[in-house]
């Protein structure tokens, strides 16, 4: 369990590492390679019991160094992390992954956890969105970061947050027009736009519900809340 710099979340925990996606700019394989690991699909179940260590409420990302819900991975290997989560309901647990049709298989989610699936572009904001329509969980996001491509017109209206991002390592800025549409539709969802992208005024917002109560500067609680 690590402090991250991921900008939405606290802390970082990754029972499971690895992804077969072969994404072209996937940040968690060049780092692995970087520190000479594999990104092969690795499970470490010594590190299942760190989140028990941990009693001060957390905002916890799972699996930033790997794909948690590939069709690659045992059910058994999914299934010891989701019963960690639901033994610290203390914790909200932030989910994110790019094979959202698998999400619904593991209904219904614990209450502590948001389902989250990637969204770079339109095609990849369709299946998003058809997977966590069938996903119950309390809250669901799609994070489209980076942003490549305009997502389109879609139904945003099944979401609690939406994060929008630029691409790093090489640096790229989404156009202006793709992120303006995803704005003109959002319909007050929480949007959390990261600082590596340019934008007047960025948005700095988190599902009601579960808003960060702890660990926040007096200017960040006064962000709008939905």
Same mark, same amino acid.
């Given at each position: 369990?690590?402090?991250?710099?991921?900008?939405?979340?606290?802390?970082?925990?990754?029972?499971?590492?690895?992804?077969?996606?072969?994404?072209?700019?996937?940040?968690?394989? %060049?780092?692995?390679? &970087?520190?000479?690991?594999?990104?092969?699909?690795?499970?470490?179940? *010594?590190?299942? /019991? =760190?989140? #028990? +260590?941990?009693?001060?409420?957390?905002?916890?990302?799972?699996?930033?160094?790997?794909?948690?819900?590939?069709?690659?991975?045992?059910?058994?290997?999914?299934?010891?992390?989701?019963?960690?989560?639901?033994?610290?309901?203390?914790?909200?647990?932030?989910?994110?992954?790019?094979?959202?049709?698998?999400?619904?298989?593991?209904?219904?989610?614990?209450?502590?956890?948001?389902?989250?699936?990637?969204?770079?572009?339109?095609?990849?904001?369709?299946?998003?969105?058809?997977?966590?329509? %069938?996903?119950?969980? &309390?809250?669901?996001?799609?994070?489209?970061?980076?942003?490549?491509? *305009?997502?389109? /017109? =879609?139904? #945003? +209206?099944?979401?609690?947050?939406?994060?929008?991002?630029?691409?790093?390592?090489?640096?790229?800025?989404?156009?202006?027009?793709?992120?303006?549409?995803?704005?003109?539709?959002?319909?007050?969802?929480?949007?959390?736009?990261?600082?590596?992208?340019?934008?007047?005024?960025?948005?700095?917002?988190?599902?009601?519900?579960?808003?960060?109560?702890?660990?926040?500067?007096?200017?960040?609680?006064?962000?709008?809340?939905?």
């Amino acid at each position: 369990m690590n402090k991250t710099k991921i900008e939405w979340t606290e802390l970082s925990w990754n029972p499971i590492t690895g992804c077969n996606h072969g994404c072209q700019f996937c940040y968690a394989r %060049k780092l692995s390679h &970087r520190f000479g690991r594999s990104f092969e699909p690795e499970f470490h179940p *010594d590190r299942l /019991n =760190q989140p #028990f +260590q941990i009693k001060k409420p957390h905002m916890i990302f799972v699996c930033s160094m790997g794909e948690l819900f590939g069709d690659w991975l045992p059910d058994s290997w999914r299934d010891r992390v989701l019963d960690v989560i639901r033994q610290n309901p203390q914790h909200t647990f932030q989910l994110l992954t790019k094979s959202p049709e698998n999400l619904y298989k593991f209904n219904p989610w614990p209450a502590n956890a948001w389902a989250g699936a990637s969204a770079i572009n339109a095609p990849m904001a369709k299946r998003a969105l058809d997977g966590l329509t %069938k996903t119950y969980a &309390r809250i669901k996001f799609i994070s489209a970061e980076p942003l490549l491509g *305009d997502l389109g /017109n =879609q139904d #945003f +209206q099944s979401l609690s947050w939406i994060i929008i991002g630029a691409q790093t390592n090489p640096s790229k800025q989404p156009q202006q027009v793709w992120v303006e549409n995803i704005l003109g539709q959002s319909n007050n969802i929480p949007i959390f736009m990261k600082p590596n992208l340019i934008w007047t005024n960025p948005l700095k917002q988190y599902p009601n519900e579960f808003y960060r109560q702890h660990n926040t500067s007096d200017e960040e609680k006064t962000v709008n809340l939905f």
